[in-house]
């Protein structure tokens, strides 16, 4: 079985909802991205085997419709996959898992999302005198199980958990600063790729965001702790990576890379939504024979909300140094089905970059999902010779 590299990975910036990117589609988002990951990797689109591409709210197979706006050829195949928000790297794991089968050799994978283009989804009349009601939420559990809404799990992992209001302020705004420290210090500078043509950041981010002034938000539901500042915001962007056969990125002369070692799904209660990374992470360890996560070099984990996080934290004992050293969903935001190829992508610059002569890396992306869900995958550097 041959091993699955990441040999490049960028993204757009990530926009608010109706913000800098209000008026591009997920195509128009993609396409950029997957022109910038050609000419990073010298690559033309026949080389492209398939492209596979998270996405939750669009519809239809909008990785079609990416890679034909992209210029790619129209004999390239594309599949759109929906594990909500861990669609993103869903693809990858699909990309990676093709690729040691030997079904394919390079794979274009990530994931797309625009909150801010989306369809609006309305429930059909029962009658021609009803009037449509529009869907708020998507069904993410049945068969007898509570279906909450995203704030109503974040509440109810927090009251469950023991993880207070003033701790969750801590955390959102402790991501804030984390998140501005890398803008400033240019660290996003090589996944960045600009939509309009002048350079773009993420615009999340919000300079003087401290847990005071967070503690002053109201909650969003009567006695509960989840408020607007410690949870993430809707998002728009597009995250892609190359992923290639590991003998095929030895002739590309490429000397460093980032080889997808697992990944594994998990499952929980469908009422605590935000736990379910946890079961997931449990899995990938079980796989890799007992792996202890604080042994691991960087954690991305998708940010949610405050409280999801440090309960997942706590329950996997994971150092809070480990995780997204440079701020997380909850400052830059969630494009549900590009979230997790975002992570990827800051797993593979910064594990990768300046990597000394020798030394390996390991870390791990970690996503809660919908329906009690979750999804994780480890990776490691790997140094080809020259």
């Not at 529009?134 to 799990?153: C, K, L, N, T």
């Not at 999902?369 to 010779?385: H, K, M, N, Q, Y």
């Amino acid at each position: 079985m041959t091993d699955a590299v990441i040999i490049a990975a960028r993204r757009t910036a990530v926009g608010r909802t109706a913000g800098l990117f209000r008026a591009r589609s997920a195509p128009q988002l993609a396409a950029p991205v997957i022109n910038a990951l050609l000419a990073d990797c010298q690559l033309d689109g026949a080389d492209i085997d398939e492209v596979i591409l998270g996405n939750v709210l669009q519809g239809g197979n909008v990785a079609r419709s990416c890679a034909l706006e992209a210029g790619l050829p129209p004999a390239v195949p594309a599949l759109s996959v929906d594990r909500q928000c861990g669609s993103g790297l869903e693809a990858i794991l699909q990309a990676a898992w093709k690729i040691r089968a030997g079904a394919a050799r390079v794979i274009l994978a990530g994931g797309v999302e625009s909150t801010s283009c989306a369809p609006w989804r309305v429930e059909r009349p029962s009658s021609p005198t009803d009037l449509p009601r529009f869907v708020a939420q998507a069904p993410f559990s049945g068969g007898g199980h509570r279906d909450p809404s995203m704030i109503e799990g974040a509440d109810a992992v927090a009251e469950t958990c023991g993880i207070g209001r003033a701790a969750q302020d801590a955390y959102a705004a402790g991501s804030h600063a984390r998140a501005l420290a890398a803008q400033a210090a240019g660290r996003f500078a090589g996944e960045l790729v600009s939509v309009y043509g002048p350079p773009e950041a993420d615009e999340g981010p919000r300079p003087g965001l401290t847990a005071a002034r967070l503690g002053r938000l109201k909650p969003l539901r009567a006695g509960g702790t989840v408020t607007v500042g410690n949870s993430c915001a809707t998002n728009d962007c597009a995250a892609l990576l190359m992923v290639v056969e590991a003998g095929f990125a030895r002739r590309l002369g490429v000397t460093h890379a980032l080889r997808i070692v697992d990944g594994a799904a998990g499952g929980g209660d469908p009422a605590f939504p935000g736990l379910g990374a946890v079961p997931a992470a449990r899995h990938l360890a079980r796989r890799a024979g007992g792996l202890v996560f604080a042994t691991l070099d960087q954690i991305e984990f998708n940010e949610a909300f405050a409280a999801q996080t440090l309960a997942c934290l706590a329950q996997l004992s994971i150092p809070e140094a480990l995780v997204c050293p440079g701020g997380g969903a909850l400052a830059l935001g969630h494009p549900y089905g590009a979230s997790g190829a975002i992570l990827m992508t800051r797993l593979f610059h910064d594990l990768t970059g300046a990597l000394p002569t020798g030394e390996q890396r390991r870390g791990m992306a970690l996503l809660s999902i919908a329906g009690g869900l979750g999804l994780a995958a480890t990776v490691e550097t790997v140094t080809f010779p020259r």
